[in-house]
Nanobody
Framework: QVQLVESGGGLVQAGGSLRLSCGGS????????MGWFRQAPGKEREFVAA????????YYADFVKGRFTISRDNAKNTVYLQMNSLKPEDTAVYYCAAKPTAWRLSVANEYNYWGQGTQVTVSS
């Protein structure tokens, strides 16, 4: 059973940066595509970024392009989300997720495993 644990969330002022981490265990981490999603109060969970088994293949939601960077370290079973130029509208619980296939990476229902989430709050 794959288990994912996020960390790195917190309170930051607008324009600031945070780096989220997601540690995986219980599976062959390097064989999974990894995604980051977020959910703000009263809103649907939305896709943020994803990275395939081959780290060169990265995908981003339009609203984070140029600000967020997803990366992974398979030796450490960890995926990261570097978030720069944060805005108040980025406030949400951020979740990492894993799936064994490399398509439909922006679709939350396609992911098999989820972390518990980490809160990111951006103050104006």
């Amino acid at each position: 059973q794959v288990q994912l644990v996020e960390s790195g969330g917190g309170l930051v002022q607008a324009g600031g940066s945070l780096r989220l981490s997601c540690g995986g265990s219980g599976g062959t981490f390097r064989e999974f595509a990894m995604g980051w999603f977020r959910q703000a109060p009263g809103k649907e969970r939305e896709f943020v970024a994803a990275i395939s088994w081959i780290a060169g293949n990265r995908y981003y939601a339009d609203f984070v392009k140029g600000r967020f960077t997803i990366s992974r370290d398979n030796a450490k079973n960890t995926v990261y989300l570097q978030m720069n130029s944060l805005k108040p509208e980025d406030t949400a619980v951020y979740y990492c997720a894993a799936k064994p296939t490399a398509w439909r990476l922006s679709v939350a229902n396609e992911y098999n495993y989820w972390g518990q989430g980490t809160q990111v709050t951006v103050s104006s």
